[in-house]
């Protein structure tokens, strides 16, 4: 099944779909099944994705002396904040130059987003296109904060949700969902919501394992990356 297949029958609910109520949220079987999935591929995994992590903090030290790590809270399952781990891919005052670049976002705040954004670093816009960057975030989904597959962690509070984008934070975050694969950062809050909320839905082992591979298969192509 293409990507476009997975994604297409699931890119725009109606208000209608939207307002069901949503009977199947909880799923014990399925939530255990996905730990012992995410374990499963992290701990294969681990021995491959840290020579990498070094070798990318490494470049990112050569190019800007300081912390290669960037720790940031986001939101996660009900709500709760936790520290998500990234590479650090921008500048060490990043943040503090964040509000002189406020009048360039392109996207609907909270979300934020400048073209050619000054603040991030040469090797930092390569392991963006890589989505290399993401990869400390494999301790977080063993540490149980967050899954491989689910709605993407947000930096901002769930106080800032409308009361509809709620239902989005009854499963763990993921490092990639249905959005990395329908467009990734070209895709605005609103629409991430709805998708969000249709793969809650669906969610199951085999969608699951369809979005990893089509995530692959976009980072790959280097499509919608940052």
């Known amino acids: 099944m293409s990507n476009a297949q997975i994604a297409r029958p699931l890119l725009a ?22 730990r012992a999935l995410d374990l499963t591929i992290c701990l294969l995994l681990l021995p491959i994705v840290l020579p990498v992590i070094l070798l990318c903090a490494a470049a990112i030290w050569i190019e800007d002396p300081g912390k290669v790590f960037f ?29 002189s670049l406020m009048h360039l976002n ?11 954004d000054p603040r991030i670093l040469k090797v930092g816009r390569f392991l963006r296109k890589t989505s290399l960057d993401e990869l400390p975030q494999i301790f977080n989904v063993i540490k149980g904060d967050m899954s491989l597959v689910g709605p993407r962690p947000t930096s901002f509070a769930a106080s800032t949700y409308s009361l509809w ?18 467009g990734r950062s070209d895709v605005d809050f609103d629409d991430r919501l709805r998708l969000d909320i249709a ?28």
């Open 13 to 34: 609910p109606t208000p209608v779909e939207l307002s069901r109520p949503a009977f199947t949220l909880h799923r014990p079987y399925y939530d255990v099944a996905k």
């Open 71 to 99: 720790f940031q809270n986001r939101t996660g399952r009900y709500g709760r904040r936790f520290r998500m781990f990234k590479l650090r891919t921008m500048v060490k005052n990043a943040e503090e130059l964040k509000q």
């Open 106 to 116: 392109q996207l609907t705040w909270p979300d934020f987003k400048v073209a050619n």
């Open 165 to 182: 984008h709620t239902e989005r934070l009854e499963v763990l975050p993921g490092i990639t969902g249905l959005w990395q694969i329908s």
């Open 199 to 226: 793969y809650i839905r669906k969610r199951s082992l085999w969608f699951d394992v369809q979005l990893l591979f089509g995530t692959l298969t976009a980072v790959l192509a280097r499509r919608g990356a940052c």
